[in-house]
């Protein structure tokens, strides 16, 4: 009867019931978009370093991996002494530099990785085949367009420029033999991979037994923080960071963007529990009679209490379901400017769903249902029946 | 108390401030009304006859003296008890009505027997037969919109009835309703004493007074008179 009543009284004013709803609705849209926004990054950044399942990452002392044109020099004795450890499982080292590579009488310049092959963790061939000689090449389908080159063509690349020279350190004739997808770089980015050896050598002398990354996977079932004490132990000339290390620097370099998920989520729960607080103050103000009778014939200041907050969690949690749909649309939509933000990964997103996120703004909006509803509820509640009987008979 | 005295008012007061005049609207009212019992109370506008059935049905607070229903003291009841008393021994019919418009006659009727913890089949059975009673059986479903004010006058006397109270307090019943329909209401009430019920009522209709068989004269928040009427 009670849930009935709740009911009954929410659909006698159908039209302000549901502009109610709809205006929790747009509130709960927002909360669980800044919901996802506080989280998404985080979530995302993670699952991007976690691609290929490599969980540690070498860079030169003091920066992180490629936030510097710095390399890690003697590379190879580095590796070395990687592999050679028991909970290392896969070695990947990598060079990041530029090809100029001449088309139909013009330059294009691409970033690119010098990667190994076999071992690499940067991107994945769509269609070809990953390199298998020192004079072959992947490239991303961006490069492909822009040069109007096809797999199996060749071109004419050169590598480390030296501006006092005015030539380049390494020139080379190489073949395009895949496709690739390049997990780590940004939409629109003309990107190629080569050999690591083949990159080192075409850079010169300034490249030469040198990497800018080395990514790691330890053994399965081996402690990645023990491999990470090991490592930093045996290395003690570069900077190792493990997943966790580097989410802690996100963290740091997106807290502005959490400050701002949190503050946008509060000021939309408030305006959701403004809004229905007003709401069900009004519908109460409208029967007061009513519920002065209703306690006249023997109902409890609880139920009534409960009544009232009732329809403030129904109004609430109804808006909230609408609000999801609603949500998920806007946060499509805003990741899709935020992406396209110069210089970040293209599977970087900052809006990522996740059930829990839903549970979280539904948590919260029916929270504030509970709030909204208590102040009006109690205050219906506690009218004294003659004086507001009276007084409802003298209006 | 004797048993066949339901309610006792023993030196019952009311005083409230309004503004910065005390209004003293009972004043000292002694009553006692016995089982199978029709009182009506009758007076003066502002000569606090409301205000006495408000004390007697336990929605309002005495300044002093007593009220005792079925033996157990109201006047000093906490609010969750007192609603819980007045839940299973007093019905009340107000002058609006005061049905929620939201809920359909039955609906309506069952609430009280909803509250009373009354299971949903025996609830529905009973508010039926109510119906019934008060001439409304084919109308259970309209709300109180779609019902005429002696209808919805007579959902509210099935809802009083709905737990069964020992007594029936009625607050100008026939207030709001034509004399056609004021008769009807008054042959209800009357049909209702008749199989059981205590009724006290406050009124300025005199045929409505006619009807019952005793009646009080308030004036000043005092009883002035207090007389049975023969033949009821």
Excluded at chain 1, 305 to 334: D, F, H, K, N, P
Excluded at chain 1, 369 to 379: E, F, M, N, V
Aim: proline share 4%; with cysteine; glycine share 8%.
């Amino acid at each position: 009867m009670l849930f009935r009543l709740a009911w009954a009284t929410l659909s006698r004013h159908r039209s302000r019931t549901l502009l109610a709803v709809l205006g929790v609705a747009v509130s709960a849209a927002m909360l669980l978009d800044m919901v996802m926004l506080s989280s998404g990054m985080r979530a995302s950044f993670r699952e991007l370093l976690l691609t290929r399942g490599f969980q540690l990452r070498l860079a030169p002392k003091g920066t992180l991996p490629f936030d510097t044109d710095a390399t890690i020099p003697k590379v190879s004795e580095a590796l070395r002494t990687l592999r050679a450890m028991p909970d290392v499982a896969t070695v990947s080292p990598v060079l990041g530099g530029q090809l100029h590579v001449e088309v139909a009488g013009r330059v294009i310049t691409a970033a690119t990785i010098g990667a190994d092959p076999l071992v690499q963790g940067d991107y994945e061939v769509v269609t070809g085949r990953a390199p298998a000689a020192p004079n072959e090449l992947v490239a991303s389908d961006d490069f492909l367009r822009v040069s109007g080159l096809h797999v199996g063509d060749t071109l004419s690349a050169a590598a480390g420029y030296d501006p006092q020279l005015r030539s380049f350190a390494g020139r080379r004739t190489l073949t395009v033999v895949g496709r690739a997808h390049f997990l780590y770089m940004a939409a629109g980015q003309l990107v190629v991979s080569v050999p690591l050896a083949t990159l080192q050598d075409m850079q010169g002398s300034r490249a030469r037994d040198r990497a800018s990354l080395v990514m790691i996977k330890a053994r399965d079932g081996a402690s990645v923080e023990s491999v990470l004490q090991r490592i930093k132990s045996a290395l003690p000339s570069v900077s190792a960071v493990s997943i966790e290390t580097a989410m802690l620097q996100v963290d740091k370099r997106l807290s502005y963007f959490r400050q701002l998920a949190f503050i946008l989520g509060a000021v939309s729960l408030a305006v959701g529990f403004l809004l229905v607080t007003t709401l069900v103050t009004v519908s109460v103000n409208e029967r007061l009679g009513e519920i002065v009778v209703m306690r006249a014939i023997g109902v409890v200041r609880g139920r009534i209490v409960l009544q009232i907050v009732l329809e403030s969690v129904a109004i609430m949690v109804v808006g909230a379901l609408c609000g999801l749909g609603l949500g998920l649309a806007t946060a499509r939509y805003l990741d899709s400017i935020l992406s396209s933000f110069p210089g970040l990964p293209a599977a970087m997103h900052f809006f990522v769903f996740e059930p829990r996120d839903a549970w979280t703004a539904l948590g919260l909006l029916t929270g504030a249902g509970i709030l909204a509803g208590i102040y009006p509820s109690w205050r219906g509640a506690s009218l004294p029946i003659a004086v507001t009987m009276r007084e409802e008979a003298v209006a | 108390m004797s048993d066949a005295i339901v309610l006792a008012a023993s030196d019952l007061r009311r005083e409230y401030h309004m503004g910065e005049e005390l209004v003293h609207a009972v004043r000292g009212v002694t009553l006692e009304v016995t089982r199978g019992d029709y009182v009506a109370i009758v007076g003066p506008s502002g000569c606090g006859k409301s205000t006495m059935l408000n004390l007697l049905g336990g929605i309002d607070r005495p300044s002093g003296g007593t009220v005792t229903i079925n033996g157990s003291r109201i006047d000093g009841m906490r609010d969750a008890e007192a609603t819980r008393f007045r839940l299973h021994n007093i019905g009340f019919v107000f002058q609006r009505f005061y049905l929620m418009p939201a809920l359909t006659a039955i609906e309506n009727v069952e609430l009280p027997m909803a509250e009373a913890k009354m299971n949903a089949e025996d609830r529905v059975h009973r508010a039926r037969e109510l119906l019934a009673y008060v001439g409304l059986g084919a109308r259970r479903d309209h709300r109180p919109a779609q019902l005429s004010g002696g209808e919805q006058q007579r959902v509210a006397i099935a809802r009083a009835l709905a737990n069964r109270p020992q007594i029936l307090l009625a607050d100008e019943p026939t207030g709001e309703l034509d004399a056609k329909t004021g008769a009807d209401m008054i042959a209800l009430l009357a049909q209702v004493n008749r199989d059981g019920t205590t009724i006290i009522v406050v009124t300025h209709d005199e045929d409505l007074a006619g009807a019952a068989k005793r009646v009080v004269h308030m004036r000043d928040g005092v009883v002035v008179d207090d007389h049975r009427q023969d033949s009821r």
